[in-house]
């Protein structure tokens, strides 16, 4: 993960995912169909408050940073994963997952990997994802969870208490002509992945 990126999924803007992007884990889902994705236009430049002193001349008078994230349709209702995308200069990314789910979805997630490792393999260490994606691990356990084994094939991978992969973006690239398909094709590399998340949480993909 970027460095200083955490908790910054706040603003939205609008965009969509191919439905042709599901994954192994999304089985019969994966016909041609709207996925259940919903957008929020975000705002735009944050002015500091008044104790800042907005008229002095000083470098974070504003903030350096915008955000566009892909709500699932039930998102406010249940937590779900979603896609983001962080604009700052020097700092650009793309991801998406769960970040900081409560305890009794960490475990979901944990159980459906371990009873599901082979899709999970399938979605989240394929050669093409890994050499595209890294996971977030800037908050893992020391441990391997109370009831796993710990010489589980993935038992890294359910130490993770964010269930994120991100990949870094040049600023060449997203002040670039081509910023439009970098994205589409981030957002179908990614859709396995959280395609896998929505089944373990059964959800729609």
């Not at 994705?37 to 903030?63: M, N, V």
């Not at 200069?89 to 990997?113: D, M, N, V, Y």
């Not at 082979?118 to 691990?137: D, M, V």
């Not at 870094?168 to 395609?195: H, I, M, N, S, Y």
Request: net charge positive.
């Amino acid at each position: 993960m970027v460095p200083g990126a955490q908790g910054r999924l706040r603003s939205a803007c609008t965009g969509t995912v191919p439905a042709t992007a599901r994954g192994p884990a999304a089985g019969a889902r994966g016909s041609q169909r709207a996925l259940p994705l919903r957008s929020e236009a975000g705002r735009g430049i944050a002015l500091p408050p008044a104790s800042r002193h907005p008229f002095r001349q000083r470098q974070d008078a504003y903030k350096r940073w915008q955000g566009a994230r892909l709500f699932h349709a039930r998102g406010r209702q249940v937590e779900a994963p979603s896609f983001y995308l962080h604009l700052e200069p020097g700092a650009c990314f793309i991801g998406a997952g769960l970040w900081h789910p409560e305890s009794a979805t960490q475990r979901t997630i944990r159980q459906f990997i371990f009873d599901n490792p082979g899709s999970w393999k399938a979605a989240a260490h394929a050669p093409a994802f890994r050499r595209r994606f890294e996971f977030e691990a800037d908050e893992k356990l020391v441990r391997p969870p109370r009831g796993f084994p710990a010489d589980f094939e993935f038992i890294d991978d359910l130490k993770h208490r964010n269930f994120v992969a991100v990949r870094v973006l040049d600023d060449a690239v997203v002040t670039g002509p081509k910023l439009r398909q970098v994205v589409e094709k981030d957002l179908q590399g990614l859709a396995p992945f959280v395609d896998y998340l929505c089944a373990a949480l059964d959800l729609e993909f």
